[in-house]
């Protein structure tokens, strides 16, 4: 943890007016450094975590930074670098592994009979060389080869023009979604209702499945498989009075835990079941060596956004699936 602050009285001494809205947004944040340390004024980038009368504290690559607020001279709010959203989508991927995947001039295609978007769209990460109308008529070859509509996965602000191209072609807009990340370095708080332990298991058992359905439906054969199809997985499950009522899956990819899955029965939602599921899957993520989590929220759905941010996430990009227009 990096501590810094201001030697002496600022001449200025009123503190650059930070809103508390900014919390749990990545921000730049620029401060006057200790007297003598060259150059005066530095930078860190990052979540802003944590707002007091007197203190700051931003989450960044160097880890957790308390600043002086009376030593800010300016901040503002800024998105993640077109990089490290394509970056983290595409580990996102590697945590839910569809049963195809080819790649066609930098883009990602996936298959896997239909269930999910995740697991049956295309994953832009690259700008391609060939032209647009070229490689969406391959991919889409592709796509109908498997009786599967064209979608594409548009991570934003990283495919903006992207996003812009497919809508000029009429593509439909569908299922926007919000990605949170959050350290690792501190388990979840679960709140005082978490009473009970979760189980971990390295497969799915029967009661897990039954406590969990995709959109409301059962699941197909197909679909245990893709959730099984990872060398690093955990199945999280708490039990009340011999019946599983909350259920979660955890994948580990290049120091990441990727939490998908996760259900709680209706009656015993805003109990705790939630909280014990991220906490369990959490302290196995940290004992294998993960730093940071990441999961995908419904755009629309404001309570488990809510939660969410009260664990400590916040939201690091948006996406949402262009659907390509019928033909016929």
Same mark, same amino acid.
């Given at each position: ?6 030697? +002496? ?10 809103? !508390?809205?900014?919390? *749990?947004? @990545?921000?730049?944040? =620029? ?24 203190? !700051?504290? #931003? ?11 009376? &030593?800010?001279? $300016? ?7 077109? @990089? ?10 590697? *945590?839910?592994? $569809? ?22 769209? #295309? ?22 080869? @498997? ?16 996003? !812009?191209?497919?809508? %000029? ?8 979604? +919000? ?36 959109? %409301? ?7 245990? =498989? ?24 955890? !994948? ?14 209706? =009656? ?46 916040? &939201? ?13």
């Amino acid at each position: 943890m990096l501590v810094v602050g201001y030697g +002496v009285t600022p001449l200025h001494s009123m503190p650059v007016m930070l809103s !508390a809205k900014l919390v *749990g947004r @990545r921000i730049v944040l =620029r401060y006057r450094r200790s007297d003598g340390i060259l150059p005066p004024l530095s930078d860190v980038v990052g979540e802003l975590v944590s707002l007091t009368p007197a203190t !700051a504290i #931003v989450v960044g690559r160097r880890g957790r930074t308390i600043v002086d607020r009376a &030593a800010i001279v $300016a901040v503002r709010e800024v998105a993640p670098h077109r @990089r490290e959203i394509l970056e983290l989508e595409r580990i996102a991927r590697r *945590g839910w592994r $569809a049963a195809e995947m080819v790649e066609l001039d930098g883009w990602q295609l996936h298959a896997d009979r239909g269930w999910t978007g995740r697991a049956n769209s #295309v994953l832009p990460l690259t700008t391609p060389r060939r032209p647009l109308p070229e490689l969406l008529a391959e991919a889409g070859r592709f796509y109908a080869e @498997r009786g599967l509509p064209l979608q594409i996965q548009v991570p934003l602000p990283a495919r903006g023009l992207l996003d !812009a191209e497919l809508a %000029g072609r009429c593509w439909t807009l569908e299922r926007p979604t +919000v990605l949170l990340t959050a350290p690792l370095d501190d388990a979840p708080d679960p709140g005082p209702a978490a009473a009970e332990q979760a189980v971990l298991e390295p497969r799915p058992s029967q009661s897990w499945l039954a406590g969990y359905h995709y959109r %409301g439906g059962p699941l197909p054969e197909h679909a245990v =498989r893709l959730l099984t199809r990872h060398d690093q997985v955990r199945f999280a499950s708490v039990s009340r009075d011999g019946t599983v009522v909350g259920v979660a899956r955890g !994948a580990l990819d290049e120091g990441w835990l990727g939490v998908t899955a996760v259900e709680v029965a209706p =009656r015993h939602r805003r109990s705790g079941v939630a909280g014990a599921l991220m906490r369990a899957l959490s302290d196995w993520a940290r004992s294998q060596g993960a730093s940071n989590c990441y999961l995908q929220v419904d755009e629309d759905n404001a309570d488990a956004l809510a939660f969410y941010q009260r664990l400590g996430f916040i &939201a690091h990009h948006r996406y949402h699936y262009r659907i390509a227009p019928a033909t016929g």
